[in-house]
């Protein structure tokens, strides 16, 4: 499998996109760095072509901790901000480390009208509710037992054109790393 991958930083906290080249063609990528942030925090995306249809994916890793919230919240107001602009006939998928409270959601006024949470989308399926779970997961020694849902998949489906219909979702990241017997990180991952 040959994977193209797109840095979104080579400093401090960063983001990445893998690509399939099999099944994706990169148009262009580029990095959002107007997101307020003390974590030098960005926003990356690519435009691709999926399979002969226009994509575009974004990415970031926003602000974390409970008392950065009004910055996770301005980090937010401009993701959602950049996928209404992207032209209409792509479909927009932002996956990523959000850091987000279902408050601070409902702060925002909820959901824009054209972008839905995929996990929502999809009943809410309990076994990929908690994707920072400190009951499982016990990279970070933490000592009490924390379950959130900080990681999340936004979708703006294409004004015209093909439409993205996601028909599933899973958590991976959930097998120990063999040397080490830890996780490959303290989230598990969305697919």
């Known amino acids: 499998m040959v994977i193209r991958s797109i840095p979104g930083s ?18 262009e990528s580029s990095i ?3 997101l307020t942030t003390e974590m030098r925090r960005n926003l990356l995306m690519a435009h691709v072509s999926f399979l002969g249809h226009p ?17 996770r919240q301005n980090q937010l107001r401009t993701e959602w901000k950049t996928m209404r602009e992207q032209p209409q006939d792509n ?21 824009p009208e054209s972008i839905c949470d995929v996990w929502e989308s999809l009943g809410q399926p309990e076994d990929c509710r908690y994707t920072w779970d400190c009951v499982t997961n016990d990279n970070n020694d933490l000592p009490f037992p924390t379950r959130l849902r900080f990681d999340r998949i936004f979708l703006r489906q294409a004004g015209k054109g093909s439409k993205v219909s996601p028909d599933g ?9 063999n040397d080490c017997q830890r996780f490959t990180s303290d989230h598990w991952g969305l697919l």
């Open 169 to 177: 979702i899973t958590l991976v990241g959930l097998e120990r790393l």
């Open 55 to 71: 994509l575009c994916v974004m990415t970031s890793h926003m602000q974390s901790m409970k008392p950065k919230s009004l910055e």
């Open 32 to 34: 959002v760095n107007d």
């Open 10 to 27: 080579d400093r401090s906290y960063f983001t990445a996109i893998l690509l399939r080249k099999s099944r994706v063609q990169l148009l």
């Open 91 to 111: 479909s927009v998928i932002f996956g990523g480390d959000t850091n987000l409270r279902d408050w601070e959601v409902k702060n925002q006024g909820g959901l």
